[in-house]
């Protein structure tokens, strides 16, 4: 079990992300197929990034128990795109959460 725990934490991160997101109507709740798009060019331009990393030395995937082994390609493991699909969505549900209090505060 301890070999999946990053996995576990990262996917429950998510979940809290979906349950903000509709709570607050802020990301896929506003506008899904915007969303949508915007999160996959997002999650596509770092996995970019992790390769050219890989490609050229910089990046390599360390090891430790808590992480599962299973890889997408080498030195890529699978937590890597799960994290970065967190991080994209996290970035735009505060992007959008701090618009709206902005908004909220400029009209009160």
Known sequence: MLGFAYLLALLVSLTGMVVLDRRFGLFFWRAPR???VVLTV????FLAWDLIGIATGIFY???TAFMTGLQVAPELPVEEVLFLTFLC???MNALQGARMLLEWRRTA
Request: net charge neutral; aromatic share 24%; proline share 0%.
């Open 61 to 63: 995937r360390g090891e």
């Open 34 to 36: 915007a969303a949508a």
């Open 42 to 45: 997002g999650v596509l331009f």
């Open 89 to 91: 969505y996290l970035f």
